[in-house]
């Protein structure tokens, strides 16, 4: 089933409204910082790993640009593209925001498990949490053993809702019989993790569980974490989902979903351990929390949480020794740019409980009281074991400026420099030299990367000749393209009407149009004939409008090229004015504009046809030899010749030539 195929299932009218519902800034918010820069937004580009913001979005436009890896669109392709969703999929996902009911011309029971893998995956845990929920509440396993065990917590009920949790039966197959007899593939419960199977044997992977369901930032359900209740040594306590297509564990931190908002209207966020501390902290109103649930910290999730805010405090439950063994993956926070402090809490509590005990705005003010700059608490927890050591206390030297070393902005780390010396009592000088050494070394170790990398790019490039893509475009074309999108609608000429005496206005859509049909000159290349083609067909429709239908067409190629198109700062000031001078304003000038621009595509593609039309004809003189006036022979010939005459006519009305 193709693309438009699917789209079409979802009827124009309610795609019509999904469209004008989804305004891009408040979609890209629930998952970019976005601040306020003129007329546009800027933020942290979600797509690449950025120091220095180039995601630009631009409200009025109803697109996004990231000026550092190019990616481009409207709320959709954002959608598509963040979510690994299809064009239909992203439209309903939208449609689910903004509230707005989706009725599909076909409800197939195919349709429903869907021809893709990932999209199956998805379905099957969104299952299995609506199973482990609704068994948690209705059934009398999940009462008397999963939802005492929260309330023992005392977890209100309106917060276990809010995280979706659950309880997995007891037992070996009673998730898998079920799933099963809706109608869900075994594969694709093997593939979540929900069902083990081996050969003939199969089994519930979360048997006798209270479940934690793990969300991804569009709240879709994507792995699960498994409380055992029973004691049992030789069973893990906790059990996550393994990996998977739809589910990386470094790539994901838990409540993400949950706190994402919060976080961004507070631009702070509080890192903790476990799902409960995270449940516990949302009961105690701290919503602005996520747990990077037992794995060390990674890169990835620091980003995630870096969308939303670069302020982040991470949350301890007092084990020095465990805090200790945290610290060098701390190190990759301030690599990021983050802001870090660290909060120690007091001996025997972790977020859980300190929660509970403290309350909403006991807890809240003991964290403002408390939390401590990173560098700071570092310092400090590490100075206790070198007392009258000084080779410990130079091994200690060398390990705080370490993390000093690896942030990012100068001005940052020379107030941390400034503070070190004071609680290490040593000279300035000396750490600024101590961070050079650090940075040398990690320069020396990017240096040597980056050098293993040039020389594998240098080998496949030797390898294999580069080869022109299939949708490749002529810069001539990107231009007509843009002046055909922009200003279709704009009056150019007035040419005589079909009465004697009468006159009407020729549309630069409708002049751009006819001018490359009259000397069959319309680009091979299949984007360009689709956007041409669109075009054509709608030059009589007055209510049609060129960036709207392009810039959210679900071909996605031609919505980013639109977008793309739209959002280029091209350098108008080179665009020659009549009688001299410049002009800042196309439009004002377009009667002079786009016949040149049509010139200057027109002669550039004949630069590349006539060599190719000059060699066919050579070869085919070859292969006929004596008889060489086929009728294909003489098209050819013929189609050469008006080439050569168009090309004469162009050349004296360019004369000298425009730089667009």
Not at 103 to 116: A, C
Not at 559 to 567: H, N
Request: hydrophobic share 35%; charged share 30%; net charge negative.
């Amino acid at each position: 089933m193709d693309l438009f195929t699917f789209a079409t299932m979802i009827d124009h009218a309610t795609i019509e409204r999904i469209l004008d519902a989804a305004e891009i800034s408040d979609v890209i918010s629930d998952f970019v910082m976005l601040r306020k820069r003129g007329v546009n937004m800027l933020g942290m580009c979600p797509f690449h790993n950025e120091k220095t913001p180039s995601f630009t979005v631009s409200p009025a436009k109803g697109i996004f640009k990231c000026f550092g890896c190019g990616k481009a669109g409207n709320s959709v392709n954002f959608i598509m593209e963040h979510e690994s969703l299809t064009y239909p999929e992203a439209l309903k996902w939208l449609a689910k925001k903004y509230h707005i009911d989706v009725v599909e011309h076909e409800d197939s029971e195919e349709q429903k498990q869907l021809n893709d893998e990932r999209e199956s995956l998805m379905i099957v845990s969104g299952f299995a949490q609506k199973y482990f929920t609704r068994y948690l509440w209705e059934e009398n396993e999940g009462r008397t053993i999963g939802l005492s065990y929260f309330r023992e917590r005392s977890f209100r009920d309106d917060i276990m809702k809010k995280f979706e949790v659950g309880f997995a039966p007891d037992g070996k197959t009673p998730f898998t019989d079920a799933a099963r007899k809706e109608g869900y593939k075994i594969e694709f419960l093997e593939k979540t993790g929900l069902t083990i199977k081996r050969d003939d044997w199969v089994r519930d992977r979360f048997a006798g569980r209270v479940m934690f369901p793990i969300h991804n930032l569009a709240g879709r359900v994507i792995a699960f974490g498994g409380r055992i209740l029973k004691e049992n040594k030789e069973t893990a306590k906790y059990l996550n989902s393994p990996e998977s297509e739809i589910y990386h564990k470094s790539k994901v931190v838990y409540g993400i979903f949950q706190a994402k908002r919060e976080i961004s209207k507070t631009d702070k966020c509080y890192l903790v351990e476990g799902y409960t501390d995270v449940i516990s902290m949302h009961q105690a109103g701290i919503e602005n929390v996520v747990a990077s649930s037992g794995t060390a910290l990674t890169v990835d999730q620091i980003r995630l949480i870096k969308r939303f805010t670069p302020n982040i405090t991470i949350i301890y439950d007092g084990d020095a020794a465990g805090i200790k063994a945290s610290l060098r993956g701390i190190d990759l926070v301030l690599e990021e740019g983050m802001n870090v402090k660290v909060l120690l809490l007091p001996d025997g509590e972790d977020p859980d409980s300190y929660a509970k005990k403290m309350g909403a705005s006991g807890f809240a003010n003991y964290i403002r009281d408390n939390e401590t700059d990173f560098i700071q608490f570092k310092t400090r927890l590490l100075l206790k074991d070198t007392e009258k050591d000084p080779v410990a206390k130079a091994k200690l030297i060398s390990d705080v400026i370490r993390s000093v070393a690896v942030i990012p902005d100068t001005i940052i780390r020379s107030v941390y420099i400034k503070e070190c010396s004071k609680l290490l009592d040593v000279n300035e000088e000396v750490l600024y030299a101590e961070v050079q050494k650090q940075k040398r070394k990690q320069s020396d170790d990017l240096l040597a990367v980056g050098v293993r990398e040039q020389t594998r790019k240098a080998a496949r490039q030797t390898e294999t000749p580069k080869e022109i893509k299939p949708n490749q475009f002529l810069e001539e074309e990107l231009v007509y393209l843009r002046f055909l999108l922009k200003f279709c609608n704009f009056p150019l000429f007035e040419i005589e009407g079909e009465n004697q005496g009468e006159t009407v206005l020729m549309s630069v859509g409708e002049f751009m149009i006819s001018e490359l049909e009259k000397d069959d000159l319309i680009s091979e290349n299949q984007l360009f004939r689709t956007i041409f083609q669109e075009v054509s067909e709608n030059l009589d429709n007055s209510s049609f409008d060129p960036w709207k239908h392009f810039v959210f067409h679900p071909n996605g190629e031609i919505s980013k090229l639109a977008t793309d198109l739209l959002s280029e700062k091209h350098n108008e000031s080179k665009i020659w004015k009549r009688g001299g001078g410049y002009t800042e304003q196309e439009e004002d000038i377009l009667d002079l504009l786009v016949p040149k621009i049509i010139n200057e595509y027109k002669l550039r593609l004949i630069t590349i046809l006539l060599p190719k039309i000059e060699n066919e004809l050579v070869a085919d003189n070859e292969k006929i030899g004596n008889n060489p006036f086929t009728d294909d022979f003489l098209d050819k010939m013929q189609k050469r010749i008006n080439l050569d005459h168009i090309k004469k006519e162009l050349s004296n009305k360019l004369g000298n030539r425009t730089i667009i």
